[in-house]
């Protein structure tokens, strides 16, 4: 017997890895701790209006570099805090 209704699929089945990069972007620029210069945050907010958007040009290789660098510097920044906490 076959049934026309589709299997339930949990919300995690339908995870998109945009979907974190998005996420963790946003969080980046949202964390008034870090502070990168002035042209960084708005070449970061410039990759982060490209990823919402469907339908804009592709990021161009230096974009996607810039972004690379600043997680980087960014996740080294969130260690460096971390260990200052803990050696208060």
Do not use: I, K
Not at 41 to 68: I, K, M, N
């Amino acid at each position: 017997m076959h049934s026309n209704v589709a299997p339930a699929t949990s919300h995690l089945s339908q995870h998109h890895p945009d979907d974190e990069r998005l996420a963790f972007l946003r969080c980046l620029l949202a964390d008034r701790t870090w502070t990168p210069d002035a042209l960084q945050r708005a070449r970061l907010q410039q990759v982060l209006a490209a990823l919402r958007t469907p339908g804009l040009a592709p990021l161009d290789e230096g974009l996607w570099t810039l972004l690379a660098d600043e997680t980087a510097r960014y996740l080294d920044f969130r260690r460096q805090q971390s260990l200052e906490r803990l050696l208060h």
